[in-house]
């Protein structure tokens, strides 16, 4: 992405899942981005990135849920958490996945680093 990721095996890996009715054919989704905390541009670009390849997989299939985890290392506030909860547009493009942690615990705020699953 930039020179500062050189040394950095982030990565991301998407399966597709056959799960049991009546959840059927789902993406599974693992975001490893870059954890540094000055690395928010880094972090920005790759959450495109993924963006995009989840969106290119699903088009066209008959789709009922992404499951999005991994280690989002950046604060809710960041423009990467953001995107993914469809409060920021990145790259030219937007998408929102509803933050199961929150969805589950209602009211709850969220803390620094929370464990997270985006679906």
Known sequence: MTPRTADFACGTIIAEVL???PV???????HL???????EH????QTVIVGRA????AEGRDLRHVILAGD????PDTASV??????????????????????RIPGS??????PRTLS
């Open 42 to 45: 880094e972090r920005e670009l």
């Open 19 to 21: 799960a049991p009715e």
């Open 82 to 103: 953001r995107f993914w909860r469809g409060r920021q547009s990145l790259g030219g493009m937007s998408v929102c996945y509803r933050d199961a942690w929150a969805a």
């Open 33 to 39: 981005p870059n954890w540094q905390l000055t690395f």
């Open 72 to 75: 989002l290392d950046a604060t």
């Open 109 to 114: 705020r969220a803390i620094a680093s929370p």
């Open 54 to 57: 989840i969106e290119k997989l």
């Open 24 to 30: 059927g054919l789902l993406l599974f989704v693992n």
